[in-house]
Nanobody
Framework: VQLQASGGGVVQAGDSLRLSCTAS????????VAWFRQAPGKEREFVAD????????YYGDSVKGRFAISRDNVANTVYLQMDSLKPEDTAVYYC???????????????WGQGTLVTVSS
């Protein structure tokens, strides 16, 4: 499955942004999908994931209570709603898909190209 991430941009601290990850085909609904992010000079970090049916979500500690992941399997799209953004949220955000899900990037077979989020103070 091919993934296309979009929605990044430049915002100020405290603002909100919604990222989208759109899949190329209808088998999308059998995959768990996650968002990871990578800041300059840092390792890629788990942000959130959602199960294939959307009923289970899991978040990294740094975004709990501020970010929300959801999916629309009819639209073949997963969303990441990001509220109360902080400068430390600045990173390239990647979406990824796998049959198993989870917080380890090594468990994901398919990756989107990334979208840059910049949060200014």
């Amino acid at each position: 499955v091919q993934l296309q991430a979009s929605g990044g941009g430049v915002v100020q601290a405290g603002d909100s942004l919604r990222l989208s990850c759109t899949a190329s085909d209808r088998t999308f609904n059998i995959y768990a999908v996650a968002w990871f992010r990578q800041a300059p000079g840092k390792e890629r970090e788990f942000v959130a994931d959602v199960s294939d049916n959307g009923l289970r979500t899991y978040y990294g500690d740094s975004v709990k209570g501020r970010f929300a992941i959801s999916r629309d399997n009819v639209a073949n799209t997963v969303y990441l709603q990001m509220d109360s953004l902080k400068p430390e949220d600045t990173a390239v955000y990647y979406c990824a898909a796998s049959l198993g899900g989870g917080s380890s990037l090594h468990g994901y077979n398919y990756w989107g190209q990334g979208t840059l989020v910049t949060v200014s103070s």
